[in-house]
């Protein structure tokens, strides 16, 4: 009799999740409809022969109801002995579920089905610091990490992780890349060479625009010889690494306090920021958009990436114009929330 109940509850381990939870609910209900059927005076509704089932097999108890027959109180040891212990093990089958799941979400082998997400690809301090900026400047945005890490590098409920080498087709597609709103390549930091670490980027950025050619593209990029290569590939925006710091540093030697204003442009944390801002029809000259802007406590500064639109206020948009702004969080809110009246 041991051996038949082991062997049993051994094959009821190995059954999936959902089958053992699609016999457990099929089992409630036949056991409610039999003890029912047993006793129709002590339960006088279906329902309640179910209720008594359920807090019998949960072993809650309430002792609201309970079987007086013979027949009614022989089910019920049933109950006891195999509904009990199949009802646990569903629960904890469940549980495996979840610890499954987590498992999978921390090494990265669970794919990504959200849209509209920012995709982070290699992981170190510059990628960590772009995370940290993503996730502070819009409270609903989903940042998806792609690297050949063994374990998520950040804990956060909007950060997914992807296991793999992003110059794959199928670790960029776990990644959602067709659904994702832009995608930032920093270089492999692993990589000592930097031709290397531009060769990786590059195909890594080919990759991208042959799978979803709509999607934003911002790639770092080791040596400045390399750039026109990227731009061969279309590639949206290109940083050159360390070039920006040498920048900043020489700006600030040459005029005193300049990084502050560097420093509040880059991060939505400090002060006022840039934002774009949708354009109006009214508007037919780029004065038109300035003073209209000015008046609402924003400044116009550029159009796409052209920063001299104030040496010719008087010049027509074009059809497709990017307007850029300098302002605080809670302009560019008034300005959204007008555009969108």
């Known amino acids: 009799m041991y051996l038949l109940l082991r062997r049993l509850s051994n094959r009821l381990f190995r059954l999936p999740a959902v089958f053992l939870m699609l016999f457990s609910a099929l089992f409630i209900l036949i056991a409610a409809g039999i003890m029912f059927f047993l ?9 309640n022969a179910l209720w008594y089932v359920m807090t019998t097999l949960t072993t809650v108890g309430y002792g609201d109801f309970y079987p007086v027959t013979t027949g009614g109180k022989t089910f019920a040891i049933f109950l006891y002995l195999f509904g009990i212990g199949l009802l646990s093990l569903v629960i904890g089958k469940i549980i495996d579920w979840f610890v499954n799941a987590k498992e999978r979400r921390m090494s990265g082998k669970m794919d990504y089905y959200g849209s509209d997400h920012m995709i982070v690809i290699h992981w170190n301090k510059k990628a960590q610091a772009a995370v940290d900026e993503l996730l502070a400047a819009e409270s609903l945005i989903h940042v998806v990490i792609i690297d050949d890490l063994g374990r998520m590098p950040i804990d956060h409920p909007r950060v997914h992780f992807i296991s793999g080498d992003p110059a794959s ?10 659904r994702a ?3 930032i390549i920093f270089g492999d930091g692993r990589i000592d060479d930097p031709s290397l670490t531009d060769g990786k980027s590059l195909l890594i950025a080919s990759s991208i625009e042959r799978l979803a050619p709509e999607v934003h593209t911002t790639v770092e990029i080791m040596m400045e010889k390399h750039v026109h290569n990227f731009r061969h590939v279309k590639i949206n925006d290109f940083i050159l690494s360390h070039d920006a710091v040498s920048r900043l540093a020489a700006r600030s030697a040459l005029h005193e306090g300049s990084t502050e204003i560097y420093t509040q442009l880059l ?23 300035f003073n209209a802007l000015l008046a609402k406590g924003a400044t116009l500064i550029a159009d ?3 920063l001299g639109i104030n040496r010719r206020l ?3 948009i074009g059809p497709d114009p990017k307007l850029y702004v300098i302002c605080d969080p809670g302009t560019y809110g008034n300005i959204i929330k007008e555009k969108g009246r």
């Open 39 to 47: 006793e129709p005076d002590t339960f006088e509704h279906p329902f």
């Open 267 to 289: 991060s939505k944390r400090f002060g006022d920021d840039l934002y774009q801002v949708p354009h109006d029809p009214s508007w037919v000259t780029y004065r038109d958009a």
């Open 314 to 316: 008087d010049d027509a």
């Open 304 to 306: 796409h990436g052209d």
């Open 181 to 183: 709103r832009s995608a």
């Open 169 to 178: 087709e199928e670790i960029l597609t776990k990644a959602g890349i067709e």
